[in-house]
T-cell receptor, first 115, second 112 residues
């Protein structure tokens, strides 16, 4: 595997379900991100982890719960979602240090539909 | 409220011509500027980063940065139909190496 991988690629879940999104980066980076992308809207940063510590949490509802067990893996646990949470969820990673440290590389995304 | 503004388009350019994409930002302290390309149904792909005033060239792509006027642009020379995509501009917030503000993107269509 190379780059940033995400599973599953597509997910349909009911509002009472619990599911998790998984992200893995193979770039040796120190920072990992979760973004939400809705149609016609800018990317919304949800969470940032640097060396497994959460450094940003942009007022995301508690029904989204991130987990970063090590610098290569990132999870997003989902429960009691709403239909407006349907979107493309993107994981990204960056080195986090020095010039070029802010360059973020994205996984293919998980297309989430909440019914 | 820190912002990044882009014309949503679509911007239609004939094949072989130069496509010019523009982006303005509000945070005067920003130091890092990025252009991403996103094909329909795919994730964003980094194509250019620029950190200093002036031009930076990479193949058919040239990024231009003017911090005094707070704008960054992307020129695509010899446009190809495969360049048809949405182009996203992203700017870091302050001195952060993590927080980026994203524009909503400009849809570019290259007409054969």
């Amino acid at each position: 595997e190379t780059g940033v991988t995400q599973t599953p690629r597509h997910l349909v879940m009911g509002m009472t379900n619990k599911k998790s999104l998984k992200c893995e980066q193979h770039l040796g980076h120190n920072a990992m991100y979760w973004y939400k992308q809705s149609a016609k809207k800018p990317l919304e940063l949800m969470f940032v982890y640097s060396l497994e510590e959460r450094v940003e949490n942009n007022s995301v509802p508690s029904r989204f719960s991130p987990e970063c067990p090590n610098s290569s893996h990132l999870f997003l646990h989902l429960h009691t979602l709403q239909p407006e949470d349907s979107a493309l969820y993107l994981c990204a990673s960056s080195s986090g240090y020095g010039t070029g440290g802010g360059e973020q590389y994205f996984g293919p995304g998980t297309r989430l539909t909440v019914t | 409220q820190k912002e990044v503004e882009q014309n949503s388009g679509p911007l239609s350019v004939p094949e072989g011509a130069i496509a010019s994409l523009n982006c303005t930002y509000s945070d005067r302290v920003s130091q890092s500027f990025f252009w991403y390309r996103q094909y329909s149904g795919k994730s964003p792909e980094l194509i250019m980063s620029i950190y200093s005033n002036g031009d930076k060239e990479d193949g058919r792509f040239t990024a231009q940065l003017n911090k005094a006027s707070q704008y960054v642009s992307l020129l695509i020379r010899d446009s190809q139909p495969s360049d048809s995509a949405t182009y996203l501009c992203a700017v870091n917030i302050g001195n952060s190496n993590y927080q980026l503000i994203w524009g909503a993107g400009t849809k570019l269509i290259i007409k054969p």
